[in-house]
């Protein structure tokens, strides 16, 4: 049995339906569908995607959903998150993004979203948007390995999956020893070492609705550790409306 591991829907209710379709056409049985965050987006299906989500049809897999990047700005946007502000938000996108974003997301929905988790703990393996340190931290195949290797000791985790870059990668640091050093003006550090006794791996699993056409995810068999990457195209086409974000 697979999991089906899905991040950035981001309002893009064609692609996810398209997603749905491929898990679906599998020949042999996917027994969870995880969802890594950013559900909403700057779109005006935000409200849609969450509605397909939380009540999936008769002989679908009810979708385990964790926190994303948008999650956490809607939360902070509507002073769900402590005194803090969505910040992030306004630097990316303007402050024209904080009226669209409070208007398509009700508040029933701002309340659905505190009671999402930060990410799953399955077995060996880690499933969360960003990193163990934020949900905004990218992790990518350029990502220093003792960064890594930081990011998956924190949880005791031999398998961290992410979607935050929106890529799909797999990063892989065999056993042995990772040994850093900090050097400032005023003094040197001692250097850190840390001892790798399992291989241990990053799996970046794409992202749904950020390319209007194109949809990416994995899926992972957690039996026999292998994972394989998806991309699908939708369409007129193939029977799909394309979704503009």
Known sequence: MKWAILSGIEGNLAAYEAVLADIKLQRRGIEAIY????????????????????????????????????????????GMLGNGEPTELINKYGAEA??????????????????????????DCLLIHGSTVSVSEELTPATSPIE????????????????????????????????????TLDRQFSPQTINITTPRQVIGVGNVGGKSGEASYTIYNPYSNQVEFKKIHYGVKKGFANTKI
């Open 35 to 78: 969802i890594l965050g950013d559900l909403v987006g700057l779109s005006e299906e935000s409200e849609k995607v969450i509605e397909r989500v939380r009540n999936p049809r008769a002989g679908e897999l009810q979708p385990l959903v964790c926190r994303g990047w948008w999650e956490e700005q809607c939360l902070l946007l509507h």
């Open 98 to 123: 904080v009226k669209v974003l409070w208007d398509s997301i009700s508040h029933s929905t701002i309340r659905w979203m505190t009671m999402l988790d930060f990410g799953f703990f399955e077995l």
């Open 148 to 183: 890594i290797v930081d990011r998956l000791s924190r949880m005791q985790a031999n398998y961290l999956f992410c979607g935050r870059s929106g890529l799909m990668f797999q990063y892989q640091i065999d056993g042995g020893t990772i040994t850093s050093e900090i050097t």
